[in-house]
Each structure stands twice: as structure tokens, then as C-alpha cells.
């Protein structure tokens, strides 16, 4: 993951990255914009792979989405993936001021109409793209940029519940496993439910790959205050319902309501509280312990056939 908030920090993050051997660098969508880091990425690096990781989907339409990536792509010289995320419904309506419905439908036609766009771009054919949420059926010259010399990007979508899940497979390049994930959860329901939507547009698990961004926890000097950091991150998921399928297999899903209530109350310092709650137990579950020359090992072991590419924080490069 590029470090968030820094701009300036990213030509030498990414040309570190690449000094090292990593393979790409993802971008996350929080208090920064998910594109513009990317940028900078792309003009200080020659081969990683850049991605954002994730964009929030329903921020934006299927236009601009199609624009910036197809930008992105253009000028990285055909490095870029566009992940998106559907975020939850508070935020959609109350952070962005976007509508809300059907979230897994409207990834899916989402996704559609981008690959319709492009389309468009690339042929010179008529945009004509219809769909319950979104229509596209308007490109005049002037806002056609024409073929992308390097095809259109790739486009991951992430996920948390079985149904988007299912999006992913049926209609993605690859899927984004949530933070919030342990290896039981990917074994008894992303992958069959990934599985499912791949045999829908007559695919195999060869065709989609997999990525995580996963916690970590670096054992030495600093473990005690990456533990209390990667526990107080899984309060926060854990206090989210619509992550509470993740804490179900295990027998947590009290945890994950007293999470919730303890959020939405008035108490003084909660988010502090709320990590307080989360046990040991859980944040082995959920966190891969490793000394630094060990780590890569150790994530292999735990999630070897379940994902492709495992994202490290950015700690790994800025220490």
C-alpha cells in the first residue's frame, strides 16, 4: 500500500518498491483521493503495477470512472488496475451524497457500462449502453480520446458478502478480499461463492485473480503497538453489520454486536473501548505474526491457494 496523506513521499516509496522486487503499488480511498497518488507512482516507476485499492464505486458514475482510469492507463503505459468498492449505505448517502440500491446489481451494470465506454473509445462505435441504474448513450468527438494504445485497464472489484462476491466472478478481472477476512471465511465462502459466479460467464479460477490486503504484524521492537493498531482496526470492521458474516463461521458474531453498540453510543474515548473488547484469540485470526525475514513465509503458509496477491502496509517499506 502507498503511504496515505504524503504525496511527497510517493517518488521514492515507489521507486524503493521497485528497487526491492515488489510487484505493484495500491492505493486505499479514505481521507485522499485514490488517483492522484497513482499518478506520481506512474511517472517514477517502469513496472509495478498500480491500482487503487479500492476507489469507491458509487462515489462516481461509470463516466468519470472510465475517464480517469483510462487516463491512468494511458500514461503508466498499460500498469494500471481500477479496483473498486462499493463502501456502505451511510456513507454513500450521507458522505457523498450518492444514491444507494442494489449494491451487487450495480456493481455489476457498473462494471458493464465502464467495459461499454471503452469500448466506444477503442471502435468508434455507437455508446449505447442501457441499464436500470445507469444509461450511456451520448459521445460526441470532443470527449472521445480515442483508442488507448495499451487496451482498457483492468478492473478488480472487492467485496465482503457472498453476493458481490459473485459480481466479482462473473464480471471482474479480479477480486479484492476485505481486510476483515480470515482464511476459514475465504475457504467456506468467498472462493465457492467466487466459484459461482465464474461458471456464470463460463469462466475458471484461472481466469480471476485474487488479491489481499491483509493484517500484519512485524514481531520485534515495535509488535506491541502494531498489535494495538491492527486491533483497534479490526474493532472498527467488526463493528460494521454488514462485515459480520466474516465473525459468524467463528462464533463471534456477539462481539461483532457489542462492537456495534458500543459504536453508536455516547460513551467517552469508544474507539479506544471498542479495541479493548477484541480478544487475543481474534486478532491471531485475523493478523499473520512474523518477524520481518519470516513474513513472506508465513503468509504463504496461511494463504497459500486462497489468494494470489497478498498487499503489505506501508510500514514494510517506511519502517
Not at 479460477?205 to 485474487?210: L, N, S, T, V
Request: with cysteine.
Amino acid at each position: 500500500m502507498l503511504p496515505i496523506g504524503s504525496l511527497t513521499d510517493v517518488p521514492q516509496f515507489v521507486r524503493r518498491a521497485e528497487e526491492i522486487g515488489l510487484d505493484g503499488v495500491w492505493t486505499a480511498e479514505a481521507a485522499h483521493d485514490a488517483f492522484l497518488p497513482l499518478t506520481l507512482a506512474a511517472e517514477h516507476s517502469e513496472r509495478l503495477i498500480l491500482g487503487t485499492g479500492i476507489a469507491v464505486a458509487f462515489a462516481r458514475t461509470p463516466m468519470t470512472l472510465a475517464v480517469v482510469a483510462n487516463d491512468l492507463q494511458s500514461y503508466s503505459q498499460g500498469r494500471c488496475i481500477l479496483g473498486l468498492g462499493s463502501q456502505i449505505r451511510p456513507h454513500i448517502e450521507k458522505r457523498y451524497s450518492m444514491p444507494w440500491s442494489h449494491p451487487a446489481e450495480r456493481m455489476k451494470e457498473m462494471v458493464r457500462a465502464l467495459r461499454a465506454i471503452w469500448h466506444t473509445w477503442a471502435t468508434g462505435e455507437r455508446l449505447d449502453f442501457r441499464g436500470e441504474f445507469y444509461t450511456h448513450t451520448l459521445m460526441t468527438p470532443m470527449f472521445d480520446p480515442g483508442p488507448n494504445p495499451y487496451g482498457p485497464p483492468k478492473v478488480y472489484v472487492a467485496g465482503v458478502g457472498p453476493r458481490m462476491t459473485e459480481v466479482a466472478g462473473e464480471v471482474a478481472d479480479g477480486f479484492i478480499v476485505h481486510p476483515f477476512t480470515t482464511s476459514r471465511y475465504l475457504a467456506e465462502r468467498i472462493l465457492p461463492a467466487l466459484e459461482q459466479g465464474l461458471a456464470k460467464s463460463g469462466r475458471t479460477r484461472a481466469d480471476i485473480e485474487i488479491g489481499f490486503p491483509g493484517f500484519t504484524v512485524e514481531t520485534g521492537a515495535a509488535e506491541a503497538e502494531l498489535t494495538l493498531a491492527a486491533r483497534n482496526q479490526l474493532a472498527f470492521y467488526g463493528s460494521t453489520p454488514a462485515y459480520h458474516p466474516v465473525l459468524e463461521p467463528h462464533g463471534w458474531l456477539d462481539l461483532g454486536h457489542e462492537l456495534n453498540a458500543l459504536s453508536k453510543s455516547d460513551t467517552p474515548d469508544k474507539w479506544r473501548r471498542m479495541g479493548d473488547l477484541v480478544p487475543d484469540d481474534v486478532v491471531q485470526e485475523f493478523t499473520v505474526f512474523a518477524d520481518a525475514d519470516a513474513m513472506r513465509k508465513s503468509i504463504a503458509e496461511r494463504f497459500a491457494g486462497l489468494v494470489d496477491r497478498f498487499t503489505l502496509p506501508p510500514r514494510t517499506l517506511t519502517g
